[in-house]
């Protein structure tokens, strides 16, 4: 099994750029973790990248290449995704509505099945498919396809999830001192805002 590392520094650069841009994760980490703390977090965290490693086999394996090819496929994929991220914005909504009957619901709702929702958000989200598929074929090289393509999605994903991690980290901390009604009422109100605009943006 050969493999060719010739590319790797210039798909370093291009992973960190890819990385620190938020997205959804970023901001349902952010939430997850300054609402219900480290271990929620965590959680979420465990399945956004089981989701990602779900996606990036199908694209190791072939099979991601097939699914691309029936537009069809990917557009019910596409629907569900943003049915899901509106379902969350309104969630979220909801729950600011009931803050002062329901006290501190938001971090209740937030410790709700973390897992799930990390996973959901994620594997409803074609453009993880997508992206893969246009990403990791550019760095390939020399070596053998599949072996290349595998390197190449572990150092993805192993740099992502320690940068997703540091923000589990961070917001839970930075939750602890700052778990004041005015400050978790403006951190749900900009995660609803951001998870309705992906919605909308995902089938537009």
């Known amino acids: 099994m050969h493999l060719d590392f010739t590319q790797l520094p210039t798909f370093l650069i291009a992973c960190a750029v890819v990385v620190l841009t ?6 349902l980490l952010l939430r ?5 703390g480290t271990r929620a977090g965590l959680w979420a965290l465990a399945g956004i990248h ?7 086999g199908l694209v190791i394996s072939g ?7 029936y537009p069809a496929v990917l557009t019910a994929l596409k629907w569900v995704g943003a049915g899901y991220l509106l379902y969350l914005a309104l969630s979220i909504a909801r729950g ?13 709702v937030a410790a709700d099945r973390p897992f799930r ?4 958000t ?9 992206f893969s598929l246009a990403f990791l074929p550019q760095f390939i090289g020399t070596g053998s396809p599949a072996a290349q393509l595998t390197l190449l999605a572990v150092v993805f994903l192993g740099l992502a999830a320690l940068w997703e991690l540091m923000i589990v980290l961070a917001a839970s901390s930075m939750g602890r001192r700052l778990r004041r009604p005015g400050v ?8 609803a805002a951001v998870f309705l605009t992906m919605s909308v943006g995902l089938v537009v």
């Open 22 to 27: 938020p997205g959804v994760d970023a901001f």
């Open 96 to 108: 600011l509505l009931r803050r002062d009957a329901a006290g501190d619901e938001g971090g209740e």
């Open 184 to 191: 978790t009422t403006a951190l749900d109100a900009v995660c």
């Open 122 to 130: 994620n594997i409803t989200n074609p453009k993880m498919l997508l």
């Open 50 to 56: 089981t989701a990602a490693a779900v996606q990036v």
């Open 63 to 69: 099979l991601g290449v097939v699914i691309a090819r």
């Open 117 to 120: 929702r990390g996973f959901l």
């Open 32 to 36: 997850t973790s300054m609402r219900a």
